[in-house]
């Protein structure tokens, strides 16, 4: 049985009152648990994992209360003059948080838990009467078992902090930053952090091209100078990439092509880092390597967000290999995806839900599988496969310091690529970052 609570509108929901949706064929069925009283803490005759005293318990329960954070914009309702019109047409800041909601919804009804219950509280990020700072306050977080949040920056700082004094795992959802979090162990950040994407990247050009020359390009402000540093930090952490020199380019978007052809190679394969979140100035970048593609091999590495580059399949940029890094890299013949669509459909009268949806419906399954398989503190078994359903995400220890023993989060540290090359876009395998 589920219960779900939307907090700011005292919406209850008893979801066992309606039929439940089939689960997808291939989801993996949680194993049958031992007989159990209400909460059972076992130790388990190791030394505690990650040694983090908590993940060496087993703690199950016949009750387990878990929190969603997401930002739902509940109050434009209230004041909304045409609440109609609002239902009808949703606007498009509200969508996100809206499909992240629904795909969590879709995860709870499908795993249909016999042996438990699952709470499920809904509290809106956007609320004035209970914003994030108010609600580490509410009596249902405090007896909380999992928090999921789509957070912002600050938020992820708040709840991290309150889940480290708890011992309340924490999944950052989407915000790919660790807010400078750090010694919290029961912190897990799904969206990959930069440092994992950069040295991500540099793998992949070690492992994946040849007689390479290596330039990474920045320009002479702030946001590409820390992506910058990014990528050099990354690149003296792993000393086997040393035999692939990495030659720093501060340019500017006035230059031309033949000032850019002065820092290529015209005998070697230029591989070309672009240390921009700016898509407007990826793209002009990328109009002028590409007019050089007929006197030089250019491959061009880019930034998890060129993902949504305008005009990326602009016919000018054909020739010109376009690689970007994403955590976030679904199958479209994957059966939950396709189950997914199916039920957005039914529900929704939506056969093509937005990412955040599948995000959340396949984030939610994962750690709710897991909780339901080894009880609150999962943590050591949270690369089990079998909870994978979407996105088989890889997660690892952080440390910040070499010499802690304690982990600062854990963190996805499965990045894949996808290659854009004659308006078309691929997949293009992924690597699994080291410490």
Request: glycine share 2%; net charge negative.
């Amino acid at each position: 049985m589920s219960l779900m609570m939307l907090s700011g509108c005292f919406l209850f929901r008893h979801t066992s009152n309606t039929p439940s949706p089939a689960p997808p064929p291939a989801a993996p069925a949680p194993a049958p648990p031992a007989p159990k009283p209400d909460t059972t803490q076992q130790h388990i005759p190791a030394a505690a994992p990650f040694h983090v005293p908590q993940f060496a318990r087993l703690v199950k329960k016949s009750t387990y209360h878990v929190a969603l954070f997401c930002p739902l914009f509940l109050d434009s309702l209230r004041t909304q003059t045409n609440t109609y019109s609002w239902l009808t047409h949703f606007p498009s800041y509200i969508l996100p948080g809206f499909e992240f909601y629904a795909g969590t919804r879709l995860a709870v009804d499908s795993l249909h838990p016999s042996e438990a219950n699952i709470v499920l509280k809904v509290y809106d990020t956007r609320s004035s009467s209970l914003p994030v700072m108010a609600a580490i306050n509410d009596s249902f977080l405090q007896q909380a078992d999992l928090i999921i949040g789509m957070l912002e920056y600050n938020e992820l700082k708040t709840l991290a902090a309150f889940s480290q004094q708890h011992a309340i795992n924490l999944v950052s959802a989407t915000l790919p930053n660790d807010a400078e979090i750090k010694q919290d162990p029961f912190l897990i950040i799904v969206n990959s952090t930069l440092p994992a994407h950069a040295a991500a990247i540099l793998q992949y050009v070690f492992t994946n091209f040849n007689n390479v020359h290596l330039t990474l390009w920045s320009q002479p402000n702030v946001d590409d100078n820390t992506i910058a540093q990014i990528f050099t930090d990354a690149y003296r952490h792993h000393p086997e990439l040393s035999v692939m020199p990495m030659q720093q380019v501060i340019y500017d978007t006035s230059w031309t092509a033949a000032e850019i052809a002065q820092h290529l190679s015209p005998t070697q394969n230029n591989v070309c880092i672009l240390a921009t979140l700016n898509n407007a100035v990826a793209l002009t970048m990328a109009h002028k390597l590409a007019s050089l593609i007929d006197r030089y091999q250019i491959n061009l590495m880019g930034m998890p967000t060129w993902h949504d580059m305008p005009n990326a399949n602009d016919s000018s940029l054909f020739s010109l290999p376009i690689f970007y890094s994403s955590p976030f890299v679904i199958n479209p013949q994957a059966t939950a995806m396709r189950y997914v669509q199916q039920k957005f459909s039914q529900l929704y009268q939506n056969p093509n839900p937005g990412n955040t949806a599948y995000k959340g419906f396949d984030i939610t399954y994962r750690f709710l599988w897991l909780m339901l398989q080894y009880g609150i503190y999962f943590n050591a078994r949270i690369n089990d496969p079998r909870a994978n359903m979407l996105i088989p995400y890889q997660f690892e220890p952080v440390y910040k310091h070499p010499q802690e023993e304690i982990p600062d989060y854990f963190e996805n540290r499965n990045v894949f690529f996808l290659k854009v090359i004659n308006g078309k876009t691929f997949p293009a395998g992924n690597v699994i970052v080291g410490s």
